[in-house]
């Protein structure tokens, strides 16, 4: 089965057990069937035990799971839907980069994974940076080739900083907290907002 695009994601990857299975709804299991947690890493399995489970069909793909210990940072690029602005930042971000990079399960938007950490999480749509407590799903779909992740701290720790000024930037929801509100509250006040009809 080595001809699966799944082989394109570099080994120094796919040699960690750090990996797990995903349906329709993103959400994460182990290879039992039971849901998977990305802090919990009894749950991960090995590339080779999740990809054979895929061979078998019922799940969507597999995905790499981000933690404190390894090196790696997750930079997604999701579908700017026509807006130059952002998708000239994206390129941006992407061509200073030069990252190993995959085309997102969707075809959309893209996934870079690069060496270089971040203290949390990190979102300023359509952009979130990660270096834990998360998992990117991987598609072996490859748009810029690379046989090992590059180093890029510096510039991860510059993008990381811009993205944290302004009031468009906020922390990425980790699945941990508790809700403040409910949802009659919080879509009362979405409603309610100036841009309430979109």
Not at 112 to 129: D, F, N, Q, S, T
Request: proline share 5%.
């Amino acid at each position: 089965m080595q001809s699966s695009p799944l082989y394109a994601i570099p080994l120094e990857l796919r040699q960690l057990k750090q990996f797990i299975l995903w349906k329709d709804d993103k959400v994460p299991y182990q290879i039992n069937g039971q849901l998977a947690s990305v802090t919990e890493p009894s749950h991960w399995s090995t590339f080779d035990e999740c990809f054979n489970c895929l061979q078998l069909g019922g799940w969507k793909g597999m995905g790499f799971v981000f933690t404190e210990a390894d090196p790696y940072t997750f930079i997604d690029l999701d579908n700017p839907n026509g807006d130059a602005a952002i998708l000239e930042r994206q390129l941006k971000v992407f061509n200073e980069f030069n990252p190993y990079a995959e085309v997102s399960p969707s075809g959309m938007g893209l996934h870079i994974i690069i060496k270089g950490k971040v203290e949390a999480g990190r979102r300023r749509h359509p952009l979130a940076v990660s270096s834990s407590t998360n998992y990117a799903p991987m598609t072996g779909n490859v748009y810029n080739d690379r046989l090992t992740i590059t180093d890029c701290q510096s510039m991860l720790t510059q993008l990381w900083a811009q993205m944290g000024s302004g009031q468009a930037a906020q922390s990425l929801y980790k699945g941990e907290e508790k809700e403040t509100h409910d949802d009659k509250t919080i879509i009362e006040r979405a409603t309610n907002a100036v841009n309430g009809d979109k």
